[in-house]
């Protein structure tokens, strides 16, 4: 299995709701990304998890909530969110350990694709 | 902090060969990445150089040069298919996992 699986594909929420992202993948890796896309620019860094542990969170906003259950498993808890964060949103994985050529293949999701309203 | 500097647009037609060039700009570089995303698609990884050279898969290959901060991408045998974004991607010795994107090089293959 070569693949990061992401649900839901489309996302469209409110300013109140609180609503979760999923990501799973089956390939080994110790390593999971949230990347956040807006239109015609480079996916953004938000969160790096490593071995099931939090190892970069890029001065994300408190309403962005990231949680990796297990090795396979990574959310992003979603409340309280603004127009502005209608995105593209990616979920990656690769293989960890610090500096290992396999950290810079990472492996995306087709998305979720969330709208804010 | 990097900054990695891409041309935003490329027109070529089917058949040519398109080169992306990437300069980038760090401390404590580590190897670049290059992905291609197509318009409502995930990005795919195509090639990755940590040391000085030529890598070659299939129509595409990358070239780096650590002394110059410069790396490359070439597209060989354009086909309509390839018409998609590309991304060069760094990660440095000290931000393992925080691989920096350039702004992205959008190709457009003409028949």
Redesign the interface.
């Known amino acids: 299995d070569t693949e990061v699986t992401q649900t839901p594909k489309h996302l469209v929420m409110g300013m109140t709701n609180k609503k979760s992202l999923k990501c799973e993948q089956h390939m080994g890796h110790r390593a999971m990304y949230w990347y956040k896309q807006k239109a015609k620019k480079p996916p953004e860094l938000m969160f790096v998890y490593s071995y099931e542990k939090l190892s970069i969170n890029e001065s994300v906003p408190s309403r962005f909530s990231p949680e990796c259950p297990n090795s396979s498993l990574l959310n992003l808890h979603l409340h309280a969110l603004q127009p502005e964060d209608s995105a593209l949103y990616l979920c990656a994985s690769s293989q960890a350990g610090h500096l290992t050529s396999g950290a810079n293949v990472l492996t995306f999701g087709a998305g979720s694709r969330l709208t804010v309203l | 902090g990097q900054s990695l500097e891409q041309p935003s647009e490329v027109t070529a037609v089917e058949g040519a060969i398109v080169q992306i060039n990437c300069t980038y700009q760090t401390s404590g570089f580590?190897?670049l990445?290059w992905?291609q995303q197509h318009d409502g698609?995930?990005?795919?990884?195509l090639s990755?150089n940590?040391l000085d050279g030529l890598e070659e898969t299939g129509r595409f290959s990358s070239f780096l040069s650590r002394s110059d901060s410069y790396g490359y991408l070439l597209l060989q045998e354009l086909q309509m298919k390839d018409s998609a974004s590309y991304?060069c991607?760094a990660?440095t010795?000290d931000?393992?996992?925080?691989?920096?994107?350039?702004?992205?090089t959008q190709v457009v293959v003409t028949p």
């Open positions: 580590y190897g990445s992905y698609g995930a990005p795919t990884f990755y940590a991304f991607a990660m010795t931000s393992w996992g925080k691989l920096q994107f350039g702004a992205g």
